[in-house]
T-cell receptor, first 112, second 113 residues
Framework: KQEVTQIPAALSVPEGENLVLNCSFT??????LQWFRQDPGKGLTSLLL?????REQTSGRLNASLDKSSGRSTLYIAASQPGDSATYLC???????????FGAGTTVTVRA | NAGVTQTPKFQVLKTGQSMTLQCAQD?????MSWYRQDPGMGLRLIHY???????DQGEVPNGYNVSRSTTEDFPLRLLSAAPSQTSVYFC????????????FGQGTRLTVV
């Protein structure tokens, strides 16, 4: 069974600092990995999707890397802003049945 | 486009009652799924569907039923609500089973008393 872990569960940073969010998974046989953002009381919004053959994806201030062999992905958010405050979840799609396994998320607070 | 629409947003049930959570998408997606989100845990898959007329169980299917009579709609039925089913429920859709860029509804917060 695929286990997805996100540590830390929460972090608080001052505005302008770069954010580094970690995601680890136990089974390297993945199809892809997604990072989502969840605002309080809202649904999930897809931020980045990395195929298993890719090493990284970038969108604006966001960059996600994938190291399949070590079972790790990192989401970098440059020059954080208070609007980046949210919970960030990673999800891994299994290569045998494409089902998504989710981490519990990292709740980020960016202080103005 | 509305994307994925879930109703209701909030619901309180008494133990033993039944209800249906509605989910509709307007993106002509083949793949739809239901998850529950509990504090400190990742989203867990309840049921999923790869197309109209085809459904299958996920990780935590007990106590829930689904059907998929059209491409657009994927309702989740709670047969006899239990306090353990208190959770936030999310419906999601994606183009197909392999293209797993998922689009989520806003969620239904369910409390069973």
């Amino acid at each position: 069974k695929q286990e997805v872990t996100q540590i830390p569960a929460a972090l608080s940073v001052p505005e302008g600092e770069n954010l580094v969010l970690n995601c680890s998974f136990t089974d390297s046989a993945i199809y892809n990995l997604q990072w989502f953002r969840q605002d309080p009381g809202k649904g999930l919004t897809s931020l980045l999707l990395i195929q298993s053959s890719q090493r990284e994806q970038t969108s604006g201030r966001l960059n996600a890397s994938l190291d399949k062999s070590s079972g790790r992905s990192t989401l970098y958010i440059a020059a954080s802003q208070p609007g980046d405050s949210a919970t960030y979840l990673c999800a891994v799609s299994r290569s045998n049945d494409y089902k998504l396994s989710f981490g519990a998320g990292t709740t980020v607070t960016v202080r103005a | 486009n509305a994307g994925v629409t879930q109703t209701p947003k909030f619901q309180v049930l008494k133990t033993g009652q039944s209800m249906t959570l509605q989910c509709a998408q307007d993106m002509n997606h083949e793949y739809m799924s239901w998850y529950r989100q509990d504090p400190g845990m990742g989203l867990r898959l309840i049921h999923y569907s790869v197309g109209a007329g085809i459904t299958d169980q996920g990780e935590v299917p007990n106590g829930y039923n689904v059907s998929r009579s059209t491409t657009e709609d994927f309702p989740l039925r709670l047969l006899s609500a239990a306090p353990s089913q208190t959770s936030v429920y999310f419906c999601a859709s994606s183009l197909n089973r392999r293209n797993t860029e998922a689009f989520f509804g806003q969620g239904t917060r369910l409390t069973v008393v």
